[in-house]
């Protein structure tokens, strides 16, 4: 069975331009989650999916960034436009069921840097 | 409100020797506590998790940690290190409620393995 997987693996942006980031969940997950990890700070709580629902929004750090789940499949993850302190590795999570004890299965992350 | 302190963002070990990796919380709500391990190149793996089960905790690659509440600790042990275990480890915290399913994690630890 296939983990879940993120696309691209790396990304260069200029401050300013727009930048995209996918997250292919493992199969007949309907819960998928974004973290951020900011260089040399801790992981941090972006959003959570459940199928095509946000089901909670509150780590989104402002409205440049906007996450979508069409199809409760894969998600986006849209960063317009891009500041320098947007930079960080950004990871995907899915879990087949809802609730705190289930365990949240990570991608590789997507590392962006911002010049 | 929960938060996770990882005392030591650096610790080494010789091989063969005990690794103690330590994790502090604190929690509004009873907790239910993950360990994730990171090497290189690739995604979060769930080491071990306490779920108000047991209070010691066994994992994968030997590790094993103990919760403890009265001392808000959630310590991560393994008796003999090998060199396979070099990576960065992470301590999490979700509250066991339903409907807040976010982890909040530690700074991390990176281990390093003398041989």
Known sequence: EAGVTQFPSHSVIEKG?????????????????????VMGKEIK???????????????????RFLAERTGGTYSTLKVQPAELEDSGVYFCASSQLSGSAYEQYFGPGTRLTVT | ??????????????????????????????????WY?????QGLQLLLKYTSAATLVKGING??????????SFHL???????SDAAEYFCA?????FGNEKLTFGTGTRLTIIP
């Open chain 1, 17 to 37: 331009q727009t930048v995209t980031l996918r997250c292919d969940p493992i199969s007949g997950h309907d819960n998928l989650y974004w973290y951020r990890r």
């Open chain 1, 45 to 63: 709580f972006l959003l959570h999916f459940v199928k095509e629902s946000k089901q909670d929004e509150s780590g989104m750090p402002n409205n």
């Open chain 2, 1 to 34: 409100a929960q938060s996770v302190t990882q005392l030591g963002s650096h610790v080494s070990v010789s091989e063969g020797a005990l690794v103690l990796l330590r994790c502090n919380y604190s929690s509004s709500v009873p907790p239910y506590l993950f």
């Open chain 2, 37 to 41: 391990v990171q090497y290189p190149n």
């Open chain 2, 63 to 72: 590790f094993e940690a103990e919760f403890k509440k009265s001392e808000t």
């Open chain 2, 77 to 83: 042990t393994k008796p003999s290190a090998h060199m």
């Open chain 2, 93 to 97: 915290v979700r509250r066991s409620n």
